[in-house]
């Protein structure tokens, strides 16, 4: 366990003082170091869906500029770019972005500019989730949705990996509309606020399914 740590600190300090390619080589050695530190975990007889420990994060860069993980599974675990994360509580976390041999990088469903498709089941009706940063989320519908303060919102209709609640409804005003050289007032738009249900700073392990 000692030997852990120390390959931990010298991959997050050297990486620090060397730049990101060899951050990158580091962190790779890490996480191959770890998943055979903690082989039961990561059996290549099961998938890593099935397997009820998940996958450790081993790296995150929670601010203003990115919300990311890094999970110590890569290619050689089967993961590939676009999968799903969702936490232990089936929770949605995120998408994988970025894949290598050995890491995954996980961008947060509440990164900044991140768009992803939510399910209103009060409704029974898709959205779009935009990213604000900070654990927020936004989405336009139209002004004849009844939604209200404390409605859940899900990644899709399964309801397998729950978004957030609602925090904040607000109204914005209709836009004239310009149709055979007649204006009409086209109809409003409600802006819902979500609370990302995840607690980045808490992950410790997390399910990928394609």
Do not use: C
Not at 17 to 36: K, Q
Not at 72 to 91: S, T, Y
Not at 109 to 132: C, D, K
């Amino acid at each position: 366990m000692k030997k852990f740590w120390i390959f931990l600190f010298i991959a997050l300090v050297g990486g620090s003082l060397a730049g990101e390619r060899i951050r990158a080589l580091l962190l790779e050695g890490f996480a191959f170091f770890w998943r055979n530190k903690h082989s039961p975990v990561f059996s290549r007889s099961m998938s890593l869906t099935e397997q009820s420990s998940g996958i450790p994060v081993i790296g995150k860069r929670l601010d203003g500029f990115a919300s990311v993980l890094l999970v110590a599974g890569g290619e050689d675990a089967g993961i590939a770019v676009g999968d799903r994360v969702i936490a232990h509580d089936d929770e949605y976390v995120g998408h994988v972005k970025q894949v290598s041999l050995h890491i995954s990088q996980v961008v947060l469903a509440s990164n900044a500019g991140e768009r992803f498709p939510g399910w209103l089941p009060v409704l029974s009706t898709p959205i779009e989730l935009t990213g604000l940063g900070s654990g927020l989320l936004r989405a336009l519908v139209p002004a004849s949705f009844r939604i209200e303060v404390g409605d859940e919102i899900w990644y899709d209709a399964r309801l397998d990996a729950f978004v957030g609640d609602v925090i904040s409804v607000q109204d914005t005003p209709a836009s004239p509309t310009i149709q055979g050289g007649q204006t009409t007032e086209s109809e409003g738009l409600k802006e819902i606020f979500v609370r990302h249900a995840v607690n980045s700073l808490m992950l410790s392990f997390v399910r990928v399914h394609p």
